[in-house]
């Protein structure tokens, strides 16, 4: 069987890949804002001395990292309405996206806190700060500069892994694929595209990223 | 036909297996050819090693989820037939190789460049100074990091689901469809993969604690 690579077929559908690829960066740049948001609180938490909220948090991080992204988004978006929580699509992916990364950016956070010298800390209260202006001027800064490259890693796995959220019907850069191959069953051709702008989008996220942390972290950054 | 708690856990329990043997199968492939590429990547020949490099980046670098429509869509092209299950254990497998390769290069990297010139000094070829003295040391670091991997490679079988393969998304899916109890279906579905995947984790955990006291 002698089989034709045709990608021509594909050239009508830019418009449709453009609309898919502002989706899918939109819901990371989303996911990215509150899940490291999540994850500054979540890191402060396991700081203090309230054993429970220590726990709680704990327990939300094994929970997350250790069941599948997809599994997450299901019950999210299928199991949740049926206890009066109901989402559409879009906001059910970005919630389980923000929720997935919140958990691995707790854990990347609190390991660059833990990397902060005590003498930092130390140095902040002989000033007579407060403990929470110890924690937002002098620790944190610190410990983002220590761990931006894991942050910056994590980031690009969640745009890859948002793919999945094609399978609730979010019109992302995947679920164009699926759009596509299906009117011109040019299957292979389709998602080889599609695979590529996904190359092309980690390779430009992770140097972007990483450039614009060096003008950030200037002279912190070991 | 009703559907009791019972009778959902228990079909959630029966496709569990599924999901292990996935996994097991994309695990022992996923090592073999990802030993074997290890053995190119940190070879003489440059070429040869920035090609598995290229290998490494393109997997880390795109949805796993595209890469098993690739293999499921692609493989037929070339005249293959493949059912969802051979396309899902075939592109697990390179999937798990690239990741495997790049974990395992990292405990290569951490042995100190004497112990190269060590053997090489006794006169050992490229190979039996790989089997003697380098892999046997790099294997102990190797081992913490490789079983966390193994958790992700549990997580990651769940996409075959997609392709139609009866794991235990794929099951829940239909049994939501049979009995509209979607939150207790995914909830199970959840606490069976956190029951598969926490104690991997810990083990992780403990080995890399025990390996950092030495």
């Known amino acids: 069987m002698a089989f034709q690579l045709d990608f021509g077929a594909l050239l009508q559908y830019l418009g449709l890949f453009l609309e898919g690829t ?13 899940g490291i948001s999540i994850g500054i609180a979540g890191a402060a938490a396991l700081r203090t001395r309230c054993a429970a909220c220590r726990n709680l948090v704990k327990t939300y991080v094994e929970l997350i990292r250790n069941t599948p992204f997809i599994v997450q988004m299901f019950f999210i978006f299928f199991g949740l309405p049926s206890i009066g929580f109901r989402l559409t699509a879009l906001q059910a992916a970005a919630l389980a996206m923000t929720i997935n990364l919140a958990a691995y950016a707790i854990e990347i956070i609190r390991a660059g806190l833990e990397a902060v010298p005590a003498g930092q800390a130390e140095a902040g209260r002989s000033m007579g700060l407060r403990p929470a202006l110890i924690f937002i ?3 944190l800064p610190q410990a983002f500069a220590n761990v931006y ?39 292979f051709e389709t998602y080889l595209v599609i695979t590529i702008i996904y190359l092309v989008l980690a390779v430009m996220m992770r140097r972007l990223l990483a450039h614009a942390g060096r003008g950030l972290f200037a002279g912190r950054a070991r | ?82 059912s969802a299950w051979v396309a899902a254990s075939v ?17 290569v990297d951490a042995i100190p460049r004497g112990q190269w010139d060590g053997s090489a000094s006794l006169g050992l070829h490229y190979i039996s100074q790989l089997r ?40 829940a899916q239909i049994l939501t469809n049979a009995t509209f109890q979607p939150f207790l279906i995914f909830g199970l579905v959840a606490l069976i993969y956190f029951a598969i995947c926490y104690p991997l984790t810990s083990l992780s955990r403990d080995l890399e604690r025990r390996l950092a006291q030495k």
């Open chain 2, 1 to 82: 036909m009703e559907f009791t708690t019972w009778d959902i856990a228990r079909n959630l329990l029966l496709a569990a297996p599924l999901t292990l043997l996935l996994s097991a199968i994309a695990f022992a492939g996923g090592g073999l050819v990802g030993l074997l590429l290890l053995v190119v990547r940190i070879g003489p020949c440059k070429w040869a090693s920035n090609c598995v490099m290229l290998y490494v980046e393109l997997f880390q670098s795109t949805p796993l989820l595209l890469q098993l429509f690739l293999v499921y869509f692609g493989l037929p092209m070339l005249g293959i037939e493949v």
């Open chain 2, 132 to 171: 003697l003295v380098i892999l046997p040391q790099a294997t102990r670091m190797a081992i913490p990091p490789t079983v966390g991997f193994l958790v992700q490679l549990v997580k990651s079988t769940a996409l075959a689901s997609i392709l139609g393969y009866h794991e235990l998304v794929r099951t």
């Open chain 1, 149 to 187: 490259p894991a942050l910056v890693g994590q980031i690009t796995i969640t745009m890859l892994e948002s793919a999945v959220v094609s399978q609730i019907a979010v019109v992302d850069l995947t679920h164009v694929a699926d759009f596509i191959q299906s009117r011109n069953f040019r299957s």
């Open chain 2, 91 to 107: 592109c697990l497998t390179l999937y798990a190789s690239a990741y495997l390769t790049d974990i395992w290069r990292g405990s």
């Open chain 1, 22 to 34: 502002a989706v899918t960066l939109g819901l990371t740049a989303v996911a990215s804002f509150l």
């Open chain 1, 137 to 139: 001027l002098i620790l």
